[in-house]
């Protein structure tokens, strides 16, 4: 990786609120020309997911959803909403621990995190939900060709989304679906500033962009599109599954 001593990152603060059918790319620049935003080679959009989620068409609503005899009784237990419990359900490949209120599973893109993705905030009407989109891969790299159709500029898309984190208190931002760039940075075989060979080392320089993004974006700021400038290393090419660890080398499932 390139030295990196300085990024800019920007928030764009008069983007719509976004329905379905809504062209995230046309919006993005169409605020970014408002304020003035110029475009550079290899800069970073960092869209939240609940935008490409709901461009997509990726809601529902809870008053449509008939609960199972499961989710009705961890709901009566917790005094959860058991149309909440069973779309989660519904939406988990996987149920990696579910008790004391709460739901921690895999979903069928391989992410394991709370819900499997599905949340409430930030979505006009009382019942609706959101889910995650069917390959933020796919919809970071149709986002980004726009982009870079737009602009002539050579850039990179991450959709970013929060997720919870074994040991620690607190939500942080990490990519669940990357263009453009690669999510990984592997220092393996190169040596440290006293020429110990590293043998571990690999940066996930796509969730610390996502992260970095997050402070400007804030759950209730309505600014869900942050650009990096000023970020050269990892080029390339990648997707955000590629941050997902093997289960064969997962001890913690």
Not at 137 to 163: H, N, P, W, Y
Request: aromatic share 4%.
């Amino acid at each position: 990786m390139d030295t990196i001593l300085k990024l800019s990152l920007t928030a764009l603060e008069t983007l719509p609120e976004f329905q379905p059918g809504d062209d995230v790319s046309q919006e993005i620049l169409a605020a970014a020309s408002r304020e003035g935003l110029s475009w550079k080679d290899h800069a970073v959009v960092v869209i939240a997911q609940k935008v490409v989620s709901k461009t997509e068409g990726k809601t529902v609503d809870l008053g449509t959803i008939e609960p199972s005899h499961r989710a009705r009784r961890f709901a009566e237990e917790f005094d959860k909403d058991p149309q909440l419990v069973e779309l989660v359900l519904q939406q988990s490949r996987r149920i990696v621990r579910m008790e004391q209120g709460v739901i921690i599973s895999e979903t069928r893109h391989g992410f394991i995190c709370a819900n499997a993705g599905v949340d409430r905030s930030n979505i006009t009407g009382e019942r609706m939900a959101t889910l995650l989109p069917e390959n933020p891969d796919t919809s970071a790299q149709r986002i980004r060709e726009k982009l870079m159709g737009a602009t002539g500029v050579d850039c990179a898309v991450i959709i970013s989304d929060s997720f919870g984190r074994p040991w620690r208190v607190g939500q942080v931002d990490v990519a669940i679906g990357v263009a453009g760039i690669a999510p990984l940075e592997d220092y393996c075989g190169r040596v440290d500033r006293h020429g110990r060979e590293l043998n571990a080392t690999c940066i996930a320089v796509a969730d610390e962009l996502s992260a970095a993004a997050g402070l400007l974006m804030q759950k209730d700021a309505g600014r869900p599109v942050v650009v990096v400038d000023g970020f050269t290393g990892s080029g390339g090419s990648g997707r955000a599954v590629d941050l997902l660890r093997e289960p064969g080398k997962d001890l913690f499932r």
